[in-house]
């Protein structure tokens, strides 16, 4: 079974803070993603990597930059927290493109 | 762009049948697919529809119809443990493939 394992599952951080979400993936998946779910609102991408040292923009990549320099590791940084920016994050990562989406079972983010 | 339209919220009772609609706009089809989520849970992938009609996995089943952009999943002999949100996604057109999803509808089993 694919496991993806996120760092924290609740993190409460103050406003301006710099948050590191850490992500693993344990099956040597090529692809990995960062989404953030809020309710009604569904799921929405953020950024997205193919590759080692390589990331694309999703849907709302404001306000986030991402790392990957290992495979098998994905980070979420949010440069400065804000409090719009509470939310569930998940990280997801799939064989290749097309592939079914694996997810972690989330972060629960708290900026206050 | 992409764009899917599913119901917020459906209930039912244990032993029934229910049907959850997904209607999607994209530029380019490359299926469809289910994922549900418990609560406090991770998405969990049930099915992908790359061709019209059924696909059946025990008690739940997914259908496509690509001239309709619509699909739905079914549930059947509906357990207490289905309560969950389901969510419908299809891939991006221009070749990256990664799933766009729609809100999601909560289902709400009773006894």
């Known amino acids: 079974d694919v496991k993806v394992t996120q760092s924290s599952r609740y993190l409460v951080k103050r406003t301006g803070e710099k948050v590191f979400l850490e992500c693993v993936q344990d099956?040597?998946?090529?692809?990995m993603f960062w989404y953030r779910q809020d309710p009604g609102l569904g799921l929405r991408l953020i950024y997205f990597s193919y590759d080692v040292k390589m990331k694309e923009k999703g849907d709302i990549p404001e306000g986030y930059s991402v790392s990957r320099e290992k495979k098998e590791r994905f980070s979420l940084i949010l440069e400065s927290a804000s409090t719009n920016q509470t939310s569930m994050y998940l990280c997801?990562?799939?064989?290749?493109?097309?592939?079914?989406?694996?997810f972690g079972n989330g972060t629960r983010l708290t900026v206050t | 762009g992409q764009s899917l339209e599913q119901p917020s919220e459906v209930t039912a009772v244990e032993g029934a049948i229910v049907q959850i609609n997904c209607t999607y706009q994209t530029s380019g089809f490359y299926g469809l697919s289910w994922y549900q989520q418990h609560d406090g849970g991770a998405p969990t992938f049930l099915s992908y529809n790359a061709l019209d009609g059924l696909e059946e996995t025990g008690r739940f089943s997914s259908f496509l119809s690509r001239s309709d952009s619509y699909g739905y999943l079914l549930l059947q002999e509906l357990q207490m443990k289905d309560s969950a949100s389901y969510f419908c996604a299809v891939p991006a057109s221009g070749g990256s493939y990664i799933p766009t999803f729609g809100r999601g509808t909560s289902l709400i089993v009773h006894p």
């Open positions: 099956m040597d998946h090529e692809n």
């Open positions: 997801a990562s799939s064989v290749d493109r097309g592939s079914p989406l694996h």
